[in-house]
C-alpha cells in the first residue's frame, strides 16, 4: 500500500465515519479489526459498528480537520493528528485528538484513537457543582506544574 493509499484510506475512514455512512467506514476495515479508544476496545466488525452507531447518535453535526502533523506513514503505519467537533445534547465541544492506524491487505486492521477527554469535561461542564468537579480534576493532574 503506498503512502498515498493510506493517507486516502485514513481520511476516508474519518470522514464516513463523522457523516454517519457507517457501512462505507467498516468498509475500510478488516473484518477482525481492533479499535482502542477511550470508550474502550471494540474488536471486530460488529462491536466497531456499534461504537459508530453509538458515535453518531451522541455526537451530532461531528466534522473532523487535521491539524499540526496532518498525517504521517512509515512501512504499514498511518498517524494523524487532528480535531473533533460537533453537538452533544445541545452542547458545541471541540477536541484535539490523534490516531494510530494499522494497515494489512489495503485495509485497516487496528486503531488506537486518543483525545483528550479533559478538554471535553472542561467544556461539558455545566453548572456550578460540575464545574468545582472538573476544577479539582484539573488542579490535581496539574499540582506542581503552575
Given at each position: 500500500?503506498?503512502?498515498?493509499?493510506?493517507?486516502?484510506t485514513i481520511r476516508g475512514f474519518l470522514q464516513s465515519?463523522?457523516?454517519?455512512?457507517?457501512t462505507k467506514a467498516l468498509s475500510f476495515l478488516t473484518d477482525d479489526a481492533v479499535w482502542v479508544a477511550p470508550q474502550g476496545t471494540f474488536k471486530g466488525i460488529a462491536?466497531?459498528?456499534?461504537l459508530l452507531t453509538w458515535n453518531n447518535q451522541i455526537a451530532k453535526d461531528s466534522k473532523v480537520a487535521e491539524t499540526g502533523i496532518g498525517i504521517i506513514t512509515q512501512?504499514?503505519?498511518g498517524?494523524?493528528?487532528h480535531?473533533?467537533?460537533?453537538?452533544?445534547?445541545?452542547?458545541?465541544?471541540?477536541?484535539?485528538?490523534?490516531?494510530i492506524y494499522e494497515f494489512k491487505n489495503n485495509k485497516i486492521q487496528n486503531l488506537?484513537?486518543?483525545?483528550?477527554?479533559?478538554?471535553?469535561?472542561?467544556?461539558a461542564a455545566?453548572?456550578?457543582?460540575?464545574?468545582m468537579v472538573v476544577k479539582l480534576v484539573v488542579n490535581r493532574t496539574e499540582k506542581g506544574l503552575h
Open positions: 500500500m503506498t503512502e498515498e493509499q493510506m493517507k486516502a465515519s463523522v457523516a454517519g455512512d457507517i462491536e466497531i459498528k456499534h512501512g504499514h503505519i498517524v494523524i493528528e480535531k473533533l467537533s460537533g453537538t452533544t445534547n445541545g452542547m458545541k465541544w471541540e477536541i484535539p485528538a490523534t490516531c488506537k484513537g486518543f483525545f483528550d477527554t479533559l478538554a471535553l469535561a472542561k467544556q455545566k453548572g456550578p457543582f460540575a464545574k
